[in-house]
Nanobody, 127 residues
Framework: QVQLVESGGGLVQAGGSLRLSCAASGGTFITYAMGWFRQAPGKEREFVAAISNSGGRTDNADSVKGRFTISRDNAKNTVYLQMNSLKPEDTAVYSC????????????????????WGQGTQVTVSS
């Protein structure tokens, strides 16, 4: 059983930056593909970014391309989401997710592809 704990959320002004972290425990982190999703009030969960288990392949949603970067440190069992040039529309609860036994070198953009989820961290961007 994998436990995921997010941190790093908060209140930031438009144009600012935040770095989210997701610490994993209880599993073999290097074997998991990881992803970040977000959900704003009244909206469906939305894909943000994903990374393969080795970190060699990544993908971002079009809405965050050029602004957000996903990375991972397998020695620290942690995945990160660096968010720059934040906009009010980025306001949401951000959750990380892990998928066990991924296909080699694969990342996943659909929430149903993931086995484990963190509780989420709130990100609020003021205008």
């Amino acid at each position: 059983q994998v436990q995921l704990v997010e941190s790093g959320g908060g209140l930031v002004q438009a144009g600012g930056s935040l770095r989210l972290s997701c610490a994993a425990s209880g599993g073999t982190f290097i074997t998991y593909a990881m992803g970040w999703f977000r959900q704003a009030p009244g909206k469906e969960r939305e894909f943000v970014a994903a990374i393969s288990n080795s970190g060699g392949r990544t993908d971002n949603a079009d809405s965050v391309k050029g602004r957000f970067t996903i990375s991972r440190d397998n020695a620290k069992n942690t995945v990160y989401l660096q968010m720059n040039s934040l906009k009010p529309e980025d306001t949401a609860v951000y959750s990380c997710a892990a998928r066990s036994s991924p296909a080699s070198g694969s990342y996943y953009t659909l929430p149903q592809s993931y086995n484990y989820w963190g509780q989420g961290t709130q990100v609020t961007v003021s205008s």
